[in-house]
Each structure stands twice: as structure tokens, then as C-alpha cells.
């Protein structure tokens, strides 16, 4: 794969003398997080607001943490999945931020939604009832977001549903529709036939809804051009770091770096094996060194003597199985004057594998990487703007 244009700075590493008794170092660039929503943001049309998608503790970096960045950098748009989410995110946004619940509000919920401020994404015709019912019995206008199906088949109104919610005289007095949304399943796919379907799906839904901003591409909607963005883009990974445009250059900075602590190194003779199930057998007398970092911490079980280490620029792969608490790296051919030992750190992260990179050998997608990342890492933030260069022990919820 060739380099992008500009190669961005990498993310700094954390020196083996920072908490000595973590396992784990995660580093999370914020700069180069508000650095890729600024990327984004002028990739679209001037007329096209760019939204901050933080579901999911902000794709495992922090929701709060990473809000907050956005925020400072213009943002003022967020979408989060669930009404606890919302909840737990809505005071710490500035108040003129819009805060929207991705899943709308569960039978009972749309009291809570009101009370917090939140705007629900409905979807559905009988949430569109409950807000609407809620409206009346406050007697005021209540925003919120229609969501259509456009060929996800997961949530949002069916053409048959907009088509009978139009015949109906449209939305329903009291509910103030500030957004119309759909979801993209195939962007990052260039060329796959559902893409163009749905952008016209898109365009058809949007005639039921007369004034009412629209909103369509999510990551990888963003690189497809003027006519998938419609008002608003709601990006998520590529903010992260993770290419959002597959098979090409990333055009994304990368966001994390997570440094795994060498325990251990070991000499294993042959024949001789490592790790649970025997799965590496060594063919001559090698160098092992084990790191606290397992699958508890979110490293993926299926990355087992497939992921690859870096000692500086030197690769070191992973041998044997991912155990819950530890990883084995063959460090061999590391020179005798650069050979790690217990307290060293090594890459497991990092500018020379990045998140997509462990994904693809792990058989998953950055998503999961990225949103599984343990809670017993040691986390710093780089705040440069903030709080001058490799500062700031910044804590954010691990939940
Ligand atoms: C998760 C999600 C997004 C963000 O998607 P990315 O691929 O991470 O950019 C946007 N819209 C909806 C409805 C989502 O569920």
C-alpha cells in the first residue's frame, strides 16, 4: 500500500518508565481525533454540517473525553446509540450542542428523553406515536429525528411506512421534525449496486418530509461524493482513525497507540512450544518475550499467531495464543543491542499496525478493535492546543 500524501505525525508513545505496573499503555491523540473531524468537515459541501458520532464510549476512547474535543473544535452535533449514553453524555456537552439517541426512545422512555434534552431518532411508527403523544400532553413541539429504511432493514420507517405517514397528512402535530436520516449498509464498498439504490431511496423518502434537513452518510458516505450528503454527515470510525474508504490510502490520521509492558523474556529450545494448546511450536532455540496485555483487554483471541509487534521499526510477531491476561512475541531478530527486556514496551498499536491493520489479521473491522479496548490500560490523552505537548493523565469513563 502506498503512503498517503502527507503523513501525519505519529502518535507519541508513553516511555517505559510511565506506569510501571500497567500491563497496557493506551495513548489517545486528540489532536489528530479533531485534526480528522476538521478533514472531514472540509471534505463536504459548505453547506453540509459535520456531526460527531461518540456511541459506544466514543468508539472505546471516552465519549466524554472525546465530546469534549469535538466540541472545542466546532462540532455541534453528536449521536450516541442509547438513551443511558445520552444521559450520561448531555450535561458535559456545551447547551447549544444537539445531542441525538440513535434508537429512539423504548416503550415508557420518551419522558426521560424530553427531561434531558435529548433528541430521539424515531423509528418507527409507534415511536413516532409516543413522542407525538408526549407533545400533546406537554402541549409544546418536541424535536426529534425520522429515521427511513433505505435498504439497512434494521431500523427506520418502511417506504410503505412514509408513504402512509404522508397519506396521513405527515407528522403529527407537536413533533418537530429537525432531521431526516438514513443509513448507508455498503459505502465503504466502492461500487456495490445498493449504494446508488439507496441514495435515491434517500431522495424519494425525503419528499415526505418538506423542509425538514437531511441527513445520509455516515464514515465512508463521506468520501462518496456531493450527492450522499445531503445536511448533515454523521461520522463515526474515521474520526478514529480507521480508513473509511477500504482498499485505498487512509485518509484519516491515526488516533490510538497501545504499548503492551514485556514481563518476561524467555529462551524456548526446540522442539519445544508456546502457550495454551501448544498452537507455536518453535523449530530452533528462540527468544520469547510475554506481555500483559489478553483478550480481558479487549486484544483480539483471533489475532493468535497473526498479529505482529514492533520494536521501533523492527517487527516482532505474535506467537502462540492471546491468553485472557497475556501475549507472546518471537523477538529473535531483534539485534542484540536493541533486544527488549522485562519493562520494555512494545508496539501492539501503533504507527507501523495500525487499528485496521490488527483487525485484518484478527478477521474483524477497526469497529471492534476499537470499541472492545480494555478498561485496565493506562490512558493518557495528547492535548498539544490544550495542555502543551505528552500532557495530561486525562481520565474518562472506562464503561
Ligand atoms: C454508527 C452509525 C454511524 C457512524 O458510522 P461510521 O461508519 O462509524 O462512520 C452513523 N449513522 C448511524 C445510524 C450509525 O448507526
Given at each position: 500500500m502506498s503512503a498517503p500524501a502527507a503523513v501525519p505525525a505519529a502518535v507519541p508513545g508513553f516511555a517505559a518508565a510511565d506506569h510501571p505496573a500497567a500491563g497496557g499503555l493506551l495513548t489517545i491523540d486528540l489532536d489528530a481525533l479533531t485534526g480528522n473531524w476538521r478533514r472531514l468537515r472540509d471534505a463536504l459541501s459548505p453547506g453540509t454540517?459535520?456531526?460527531g458520532v461518540v456511541k459506544a464510549n466514543g468508539y472505546g476512547l471516552g465519549a466524554v473525553t472525546v465530546a469534549r474535543a469535538l466540541s472545542r473544535a466546532g462540532?455541534?452535533?453528536?449521536?450516541?446509540a442509547q438513551l443511558d449514553e445520552g444521559l450520561r453524555l448531555r450535561p458535559t456537552l456545551p447547551r447549544d450542542a444537539r445531542l441525538f439517541v440513535l434508537s429512539g426512545p423504548a416503550p415508557g422512555t420518551a419522558a426521560a428523553f424530553a427531561a434531558a434534552g435529548l433528541i430521539p431518532v424515531l423509528n418507527s411508527p409507534e415511536q413516532i406515536a409516543a413522542w407525538a403523544d408526549l407533545a400533546r400532553a406537554r402541549d409544546?413541539?418536541?424535536?426529534?429525528?425520522?429515521?427511513?429504511?433505505t435498504g439497512m432493514a434494521r431500523l427506520g420507517l418502511t417506504p410503505g411506512e412514509v408513504a402512509a405517514l404522508a397519506a396521513d397528512g405527515g407528522v403529527p402535530p407537536g413533533l418537530r421534525p429537525v432531521l431526516v436520516m438514513?443509513?448507508?449498509?455498503c459505502?465503504?464498498?466502492p461500487g456495490h449496486p445498493l449504494t446508488p439504490r439507496q441514495i435515491e431511496a434517500f431522495r424519494a423518502a425525503r419528499a415526505a418530509f418538506?423542509?425538514?434537513?437531511g441527513s445520509?452518510?455516515?464514515?465512508?458516505?463521506?468520501f462518496l461524493g456531493p450527492e450522499a450528503y445531503h445536511d448533515l454527515a454523521r461520522p463515526g470510525v474515521a474520526l478514529?482513525?480507521?480508513?473509511?474508504?477500504p482498499g485505498r490510502p487512509n485518509p484519516m490520521a491515526d488516533v490510538i497507540r497501545l504499548q503492551g509492558r514485556v514481563l518476561q523474556v524467555r529462551c524456548v529450545d526446540a522442539p519445544g512450544s508456546v502457550g495454551y494448546g501448544a498452537s507455536h511450536r518453535v523449530a530452533c532455540r528462540s527468544l520469547i518475550a510475554t506481555v500483559g496485555i489478553g483478550y480481558a483487554d479487549g486484544f483480539p483471541r483471533s489475532a493468535s499467531n497473526s498479529a505482529v509487534g514492533y520494536v521501533g521499526e523492527t517487527p516482532v510477531p505474535m506467537v502462540g495464543r492471546v491468553s485472557m491476561d497475556l501475549v507472546t512475541f518471537d523477538v529473535s531478530g531483534l539485534p542484540a543491542d536493541r533486544m527488549v527486556r522485562a519493562g520494555d514496551l512494545i508496539d501492539l498499536i501503533g504507527p507501523h499496525n495500525p487499528v485496521d491493520d490488527l483487525a485484518r489479521r484478527a478477521g474483524t473491522i477497526g469497529y471492534e478493535i476499537l470499541t472492545t479496548l480494555g478498561p485496565r490500560y493506562a490512558r493518557r490523552h495528547v492535548d498539544r492546543a490544550r495542555r502543551g505537548p505528552d500532557r495530561g493523565d486525562g481520565k474518562d469513563s472506562g464503561s
Amino acid at each position: 500500500m502506498s503512503a498517503p500524501a502527507a503523513v501525519p505525525a505519529a502518535v507519541p508513545g508513553f516511555a517505559a518508565a510511565d506506569h510501571p505496573a500497567a500491563g497496557g499503555l493506551l495513548t489517545i491523540d486528540l489532536d489528530a481525533l479533531t485534526g480528522n473531524w476538521r478533514r472531514l468537515r472540509d471534505a463536504l459541501s459548505p453547506g453540509t454540517e459535520c456531526a460527531g458520532v461518540v456511541k459506544a464510549n466514543g468508539y472505546g476512547l471516552g465519549a466524554v473525553t472525546v465530546a469534549r474535543a469535538l466540541s472545542r473544535a466546532g462540532c455541534r452535533t453528536f449521536f450516541v446509540a442509547q438513551l443511558d449514553e445520552g444521559l450520561r453524555l448531555r450535561p458535559t456537552l456545551p447547551r447549544d450542542a444537539r445531542l441525538f439517541v440513535l434508537s429512539g426512545p423504548a416503550p415508557g422512555t420518551a419522558a426521560a428523553f424530553a427531561a434531558a434534552g435529548l433528541i430521539p431518532v424515531l423509528n418507527s411508527p409507534e415511536q413516532i406515536a409516543a413522542w407525538a403523544d408526549l407533545a400533546r400532553a406537554r402541549d409544546r413541539a418536541l424535536p426529534a429525528a425520522i429515521h427511513v429504511d433505505t435498504g439497512m432493514a434494521r431500523l427506520g420507517l418502511t417506504p410503505g411506512e412514509v408513504a402512509a405517514l404522508a397519506a396521513d397528512g405527515g407528522v403529527p402535530p407537536g413533533l418537530r421534525p429537525v432531521l431526516v436520516m438514513s443509513h448507508f449498509a455498503c459505502a465503504d464498498e466502492p461500487g456495490h449496486p445498493l449504494t446508488p439504490r439507496q441514495i435515491e431511496a434517500f431522495r424519494a423518502a425525503r419528499a415526505a418530509f418538506p423542509g425538514v434537513p437531511g441527513s445520509l452518510a455516515n464514515s465512508a458516505g463521506v468520501f462518496l461524493g456531493p450527492e450522499a450528503y445531503h445536511d448533515l454527515a454523521r461520522p463515526g470510525v474515521a474520526l478514529y482513525g480507521s480508513n473509511p474508504t477500504p482498499g485505498r490510502p487512509n485518509p484519516m490520521a491515526d488516533v490510538i497507540r497501545l504499548q503492551g509492558r514485556v514481563l518476561q523474556v524467555r529462551c524456548v529450545d526446540a522442539p519445544g512450544s508456546v502457550g495454551y494448546g501448544a498452537s507455536h511450536r518453535v523449530a530452533c532455540r528462540s527468544l520469547i518475550a510475554t506481555v500483559g496485555i489478553g483478550y480481558a483487554d479487549g486484544f483480539p483471541r483471533s489475532a493468535s499467531n497473526s498479529a505482529v509487534g514492533y520494536v521501533g521499526e523492527t517487527p516482532v510477531p505474535m506467537v502462540g495464543r492471546v491468553s485472557m491476561d497475556l501475549v507472546t512475541f518471537d523477538v529473535s531478530g531483534l539485534p542484540a543491542d536493541r533486544m527488549v527486556r522485562a519493562g520494555d514496551l512494545i508496539d501492539l498499536i501503533g504507527p507501523h499496525n495500525p487499528v485496521d491493520d490488527l483487525a485484518r489479521r484478527a478477521g474483524t473491522i477497526g469497529y471492534e478493535i476499537l470499541t472492545t479496548l480494555g478498561p485496565r490500560y493506562a490512558r493518557r490523552h495528547v492535548d498539544r492546543a490544550r495542555r502543551g505537548p505528552d500532557r495530561g493523565d486525562g481520565k474518562d469513563s472506562g464503561s
